[in-house]
């Protein structure tokens, strides 16, 4: 069993930047690969991005390559996946969802956190 609570989230200003984190507990958390979606009003949870149980390999959304990293601290306990979002944009407003899977690219989720709204104003 696998819990996920976000934070981070709030409010920014196009062009700027917000690092999320996802705190895991459970001992089954290193089994799994780390990633996070996000779902804007009206449309659709869609996958950001994610990252292997070593943290060695990820995988992006194109529409954020090159402006988000994903990373994990498996370290000590410490059990933490962080989504760093740079060069925000007002299309990136959406509630930001970390999930638990098997593999990098999130096909099925395993588990889910609550959630954290990202707003992003032009």
């Known amino acids: 069993q696998v819990q996920l609570v976000e934070s981070g989230g709030g409010l920014v200003q196009a062009g700027g930047s917000l690092r999320l984190s996802c705190a895991a507990s459970?001992?089954?958390?290193?089994?799994?690969?780390m990633g996070w979606f996000r779902q804007a009003p009206g449309k659709a949870r869609e996958f950001v991005g994610g990252?292997?149980?070593?943290?060695?390999?990820?995988?992006?959304a194109d529409s954020v390559k090159g402006r988000f990293t994903i990373s994990r601290d498996n370290a000590n306990a410490k059990n933490t996946v962080y989504l760093q979002m740079n060069s925000l944009k007002p299309e990136d407003t959406a509630v930001y969802y970390c999930?638990?899977?098997?593999?990098?690219?999130?096909?099925?989720?395993?588990?889910w956190g609550q959630g954290t709204q990202v707003t992003v104003s032009s």
């Open positions: 999930a638990a899977d098997l593999m990098v690219t999130m096909p099925s989720p395993d588990y």
């Open positions: 459970g001992r089954t958390f290193s089994m799994y690969a």
């Open positions: 990252i292997s149980r070593s943290g060695g390999s990820t995988s992006y």
